[in-house]
C-alpha cells in the first residue's frame, strides 16, 4: 500500500495495491500490521458503519469528545465524496486547518482521520456508499458537530451551493465555540 502524509500532521492517505484483469480486481482494503506500520502505532478499531447519502449531502463535521474520542479509516464502496478532515488538537501548529481529498470507488483510497480531527464529506455522485471504521464506540452523548461552513475554517467544498445536511449538521457549533 502507498501511504501519503497530508499537511496536518497523523491525517493520512492510503492507497491498497490493486490487482486487476479482465475478471475484475483484487485488493486487500485492511491489512493490520501493515497499517500500523504505516501510523507508526498499533490501533484498534472496534466498530464498522456503512452509511448511503444521494448527491449533495454534506455529513458533518462530527467528532467525540473523550473519553470516547474516535479514529476513523474511512473509505468509499459505491460512487464518490470530497472527504475533509479538520484539525481540533488546540497544542497544534494546524489547529483550526483542514485537508480534503477525493475518495471513491474507483480510486479506492481511503483516509486515516486520527483522534483529535472533526470528519465530514459531501457527496459527489448520484449516491455514494461509505465505509468507515472507529477506535472506539459511538456516544451519542459525548457527539460533538462543527457548522460545515463555518467561516473561520473556509473549507472548500465542491458544489456547496445546494448542500442538502441533517438538522443536527445544520445546528452544529462554529469552531470558536467547539
Known amino acids: 500500500m502507498k501511504v501519503t502524509p497530508t499537511k496536518l500532521a497523523g491525517v493520512l492517505v ?6 486487476g484483469d479482465e475478471r475484475g480486481f483484487f485488493f486487500e482494503s485492511f491489512n493490520q500490521r501493515a497499517f500500523d506500520e504505516a501510523l507508526g502505532a498499533h490501533v ?7 452509511s448511503k447519502s444521494s448527491r449533495n449531502v454534506l455529513r458533518g463535521l ?13 473509505r468509499v464502496v ?3 465524496v470530497f472527504d475533509v478532515a479538520v484539525d481540533l488538537r488546540k497544542d497544534s501548529k494546524t ?7 477525493i475518495l471513491s470507488a474507483e480510486n479506492k483510497k481511503q483516509m486515516w482521520v486520527p483522534v483529535g ?16 471504521k472507529t477506535t472506539d464506540y ?10 460545515w461552513n463555518d467561516p473561520m475554517l473556509n473549507i472548500f467544498w465542491p458544489e456547496a451551493g445546494g448542500v442538502i ?14
Open 95 to 101: 489547529f483550526g486547518q483542514w485537508v480534503g481529498e
Open 78 to 80: 459505491q460512487g464518490e
Open 44 to 50: 484498534d478499531f472496534v466498530q464498522d458503519n456503512h
Open 117 to 132: 480531527f472533526a470528519h465530514g464529506f459531501l457527496t459527489l455522485s448520484d449516491t455514494a456508499e461509505f465505509l468507515y
Open 165 to 178: 445536511v441533517s438538522e443536527k449538521d445544520r445546528l452544529g457549533t462554529s469552531l470558536e465555540a467547539a
Open 14 to 19: 492510503i492507497e491498497p495495491r490493486v490487482f
Open 138 to 147: 459511538y456516544a451519542p452523548e459525548l457527539e460533538r458537530c462543527i457548522c
Open 62 to 74: 462530527h467528532y467525540q469528545v473523550p473519553p470516547k474520542a474516535q479514529g476513523k479509516l474511512v
